[in-house]
């Protein structure tokens, strides 16, 4: 998808850190943005930091777990824009702690936001995008937590293992279609995604904030905005695996390697 002058892009999780980078590398390069997430206040702001730049800009309040309002934001973008070229279903949160004393509240919130967030975007998005007239391309954020574990951070991974499984098969599925398809894996990036927790429905009651895990990574990681342009690049080349950090190598390097040599031992002598 080389021409993005004018594209619409939809990006949730757009008020903070990742998703506001690819809300600005989007329009840095000439696109147009709808903004998507919880936290309407933060959201206006970067809906107006982009439109000073001269940015065309649209904010949406929308909760991903619910589809009744990611269906709302798909009207009123395709009303609004005429088109969704780029989809980013990016919105996520972390919970760190040991993953067998999570509770089904804690479940439920992590995987209603990182992997329900991903299946309620592309439900909605895909049959609206094979129907209009022009590219279309989604991109399932993700995460390096989505090929490797970290200690305490095993709810995340299994989130975003189930994101890297999902995107794969949407890919296969929208081939026909002509949609493009990208699943995102930054590494760590700087930001708010150690306070997570500032979003977690009262409903749910409140969780052990274990984020030691993440907290100093994120501290010094990428910015966002680095990612986003990444991400951006990806796209252009239609690219489905979309790294950002290529000194994440060696840690996939040692989990292939483990999966093969486990696989060349299946015919050994019993
Ligand atoms: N920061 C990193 O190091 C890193 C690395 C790999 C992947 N990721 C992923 O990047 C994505 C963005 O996270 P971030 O690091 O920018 O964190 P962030 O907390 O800065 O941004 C996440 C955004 O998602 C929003 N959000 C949370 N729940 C929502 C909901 N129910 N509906 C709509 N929006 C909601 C938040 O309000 C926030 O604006 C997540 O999917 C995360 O898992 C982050």
């Known amino acids: 998808m080389r021409n993005l002058e004018g594209a619409v892009a939809v990006v949730t999780g757009a008020a903070s850190g990742i998703g506001a980078g690819l809300a600005r590398a989007f329009g840095e390069a000439g696109m147009r943005v709808a903004l998507a997430d919880v936290e309407a206040g933060p959201l206006e702001s970067v809906c107006a930091s982009l439109r000073a730049r001269g940015v065309e800009a649209l904010a949406v309040p929308t909760d991903v777990t619910r589809p009744a309002e990611i269906e709302a934001l798909a009207e009123r973008v395709y009303a609004e824009l ?16 040991p993953i067998q004393e999570m509770s089904d509240a804690d479940w439920r919130w992590l995987l209603g936001v990182n992997l329900f967030g991903v299946i309620h975007g592309c439900r909605e998005f895909v049959p609206r995008m094979a129907r209009q007239e022009g590219p279309a391309h989604i991109v399932n954020t993700a995460s390096i937590g ?9 709810m995340y991974s299994t989130s975003k293992y189930a994101v890297v499984g999902y995107t794969e098969s949407l890919a296969q599925d929208v081939a026909h279609h002509d949609i493009g398809v990208s699943v995102l894996c930054p590494g760590w ?11 977690r429905p009262d409903e749910l009651g409140t969780a052990p904030a274990k984020m030691e895990a993440i907290t100093s990574g994120m501290a010094t990681g ?3 905005l680095e990612v986003g342009r990444r991400t951006l690049r990806g ?12 000194d994440l190598r060696a840690v996939l390097e040692h989990r292939f390697q483990n999966v093969l040599a486990a696989v060349d031992r299946a015919d050994d002598p019993l």
């Open 82 to 97: 005429g088109a969704v070229n780029v989809l980013c279903n990016n919105a996520g949160v972390c919970q760190g702690g």
């Open 146 to 154: 989505g090929f490797v574990t970290g200690g305490e951070l095993g």
């Open 189 to 199: 990036t700087d930001t708010k995604l150690a306070d997570a927790a500032r979003n």
């Open 222 to 224: 990428m910015d966002p």
């Open 235 to 246: 796209i252009r080349e239609g690219a489905f695996y979309i790294f950002t950090h290529s």
